[in-house]
């Protein structure tokens, strides 16, 4: 930026300057006469391009920018339903009407059967509530990950379906 360019000539390019190739002198001469900065753009090329502008507001747009990026995008939230192997109908229906809930308003919903002590023996059982509850709730989000058991937990991973 300004003094600390090392070229001799430099390929200027912006607003109100008539584009061309200059000697650093008359280069920096065009910027100070426009009261901005001389600011080196690309530095590999030959000769290296330079921009005639205001530096300090160059940052600021760019700041905003990012900024408005950030706020754009989505934060995923992901909610955890926790079953047992034998999760009675009414407790089910429950869990469900949270899950649909939690779909509706954009979260991921991680379902989990918790297998305790010699329970892991009806690993079909939980198998069989997962995907139940997968099928039931297959109008407002989409299976992302099939159930899998990791250790005493076997986890089913619902993502929202996109609104049209």
């Keep these: 930026?300004?003094?600390?360019?090392?070229?001799?000539?430099?390929?200027v390019v912006g607003d109100n300057v008539e584009n061309g190739i200059y000697t650093i002198q008359q280069a920096q001469k065009l910027a100070d006469d426009l009261e901005l900065d001389l600011v080196?753009?690309?530095?590999?090329?030959?000769?290296?391009?330079?921009?005639?502008?205001?530096?300090?507001k160059f940052l600021y747009q760019q700041k905003k920018r990012l900024k408005e990026q950030k706020a754009k995008a989505t934060k995923v939230?992901?909610?955890?339903?926790?079953?047992?192997?034998?999760?009675?109908d009414h407790d089910y229906n429950f869990k469900l009407k949270h899950a649909?809930?939690?779909?509706?308003?954009g979260s991921k919903v991680k379902a989990y059967v918790f297998f305790k002590g010699r329970s892991?023996?009806?690993?079909e059982q939980g198998e069989v509530l997962l995907l139940r509850?997968?099928?039931?709730?297959?109008?407002?989000?989409?299976?992302?990950?099939?159930?899998v058991l990791e250790g005493k937990r076997m986890t089913i991973m619902l993502s929202p379906k996109k609104k049209a």
């Excluded at 939230?77 to 009675?88: H, L, M, S």
């Excluded at 509850?133 to 159930?147: H, R, S, T, Y």
């Design 1 to 11: 930026m300004n003094e600390r360019i090392r070229a001799k000539e430099v390929r």
């Design 40 to 56: 080196e753009i690309s530095p590999t090329a030959e000769p290296p391009v330079c921009k005639i502008l205001d530096y300090s």
């Design 77 to 88: 939230v992901v909610k955890e339903i926790r079953f047992g192997p034998q999760t009675d």
């Design 100 to 105: 649909q809930s939690f779909l509706q308003e």
């Design 120 to 123: 892991i023996l009806f690993k």
């Design 133 to 147: 509850f997968a099928n039931d709730l297959e109008e407002l989000g989409k299976v992302e990950q099939m159930p």
